[in-house]
């Protein structure tokens, strides 16, 4: 199975979280649009510029130049202090909503990381649209953007995410290494440094697809094992696994953005299903049974009310989460026009921890063999091959 890898990286971190924390607290101005560094004590004359505004940028100012020489290229240039707990607070939230996707996530630093999606998305689910779909949900949810590499390996998405900013999507298949990679200059490789650049141009190498195709053993004897591990970053073949943590989610959500306004109950029925498919989905992957489910809608006003239940049965059956979810729905939908829908299950325990119980019932048993056929099968053939005949009817009831 091909990898299914996402490298999500904040454009211009520091400064972004820090203009979105200001402006959440009165703030009218901001500072992503004014010339603006973060940067330390002024007063001291040691500080250093952190991270600078697009419009700082533009005056010549530098990151890791000294501020009093920043404030000498632009005097009216406004200087905020570094605030690591806003920092960790953001980098959290992104963290938690990555989880919404995948356990398997890696955090490369503190404002950056890497999703592996291989197993984790419906079959023949484009994972294009669902690193748009993350990419659009940050920028909604919480005002700043990201960048976003695509590929089917972890250095090739690393090198994506650094395309073209701010606020893009690209993609790195290895399928697409001779067009996209193999024509820039060496220096742009993962882990190819200032001090290895004069080196490998002095050899001649100066595209990264002049590394490719040099003679590994000439790039070992030069190098050494470094030699050998920038010719497979260059190739598409560092084999990268993304290091997370192994544990279980404690939650798994999903939530939809919808482009329009929407006003009857019947449609956000039907995509309420859709996402359960997905919640559900995700959870027989993970084993695991949940026992609680919590649906969220957001008006039109952005005014955001959220019911939860606690189910009568540990399950794993998308009848029985979306018949709960679809409780939950007709109790908050007041008649607003609605822009978000999301549903999430909670008090997740695992099968294997399961003793036998109510599960074993006739009718229930019935509803997970349903539900393991359609996985079974959209897995095989893709998942628009099967649906449930709630989706060739108007009325949106699970049989």
């Known amino acids: 199975m091909d990898k299914k890898i996402l490298h999500i990286d904040v454009n211009n971190a520091f400064l972004s979280w820090t203009a979105v924390e200001r402006l959440k607290s009165g703030e009218t101005v901001d500072l992503r649009t004014i010339p603006s560094v ?12 952190v991270a600078k505004s697009n419009v700082a940028k533009k005056f010549g100012i530098k990151t890791a130049e000294p501020i009093y020489i920043a404030r000498r290229k632009c005097p ?5 202090p570094a605030d690591h707990k806003v920092y960790r607070k953001y980098s959290d939230q992104l963290y938690k909503l990555f989880l919404e996707y995948t356990e398997k996530v890696e955090r490369f630093s503190i404002d950056e990381c890497f999703l592996d999606l291989t197993g984790y998305l419906k079959p023949n689910e484009d994972i294009v649209k669902v690193g748009i779909e993350i990419k659009e949900k940050i920028k909604k949810q919480y005002g700043f953007t990201v960048n976003v590499g695509v590929s089917d390996d972890k250095i090739l998405a690393k090198v994506a995410s650094d395309f073209e900013k701010p606020d893009k999507i690209h993609t790195l298949f290895k399928s697409e290494i001779q067009e996209k990679l193999w024509p820039l200059p060496v220096s742009d490789l993962f882990m190819v440094g200032k001090k290895s650049v004069p080196k490998l141009n002095n050899m001649g190498i100066k595209t990264i697809g002049d590394l490719a195709n040099t003679e590994k053993n000439l790039l070992l004897k030069t190098f050494g094992k470094y030699g050998y591990m920038i010719w497979k970053f260059a190739n ?10 192994p544990e279980k989610p404690r939650g798994i959500g999903n939530s939809y953005t919808i482009p329009y306004d929407v006003g009857n109950i019947d449609e956000l029925q039907a995509i309420l299903l859709e996402l359960v498919e997905k919640v559900a989905y995700r959870l027989r992957k993970e084993d695991m049974y949940a026992t609680v489910v919590n649906v969220q809608l957001k008006n039109n006003n952005f005014k955001t009310v959220s019911h939860q239940k606690k189910l009568d049965v540990r399950t794993d059956t998308t009848k029985d989460i979306f018949d709960a979810a679809k409780e939950l729905l007709n109790e908050l939908y007041s ?15 695992e099968k294997n921890e399961m003793q036998l119980s109510i599960f074993d019932m006739p009718e229930n048993t019935k509803n997970k063999k349903i539900d393991e056929t359609m996985d079974r099968l959209n897995e095989k053939f893709g998942n628009k091959i099967v649906t449930r005949a709630t989706e060739l009817n108007s009325n949106t009831d699970i049989n």
């Open 236 to 245: 598409g073949e560092s084999k990268e696994e993304v290091n997370y943590l």
């Open 335 to 349: 008649g607003d026009l609605i822009r978000l829908i999301g549903v999430r299950v909670d008090g997740l325990v």
């Open 38 to 49: 973060i940067g330390g004590d002024e007063a001291k004359r040691r500080g250093i510029v």
């Open 76 to 80: 009216s240039i406004i200087v905020v």
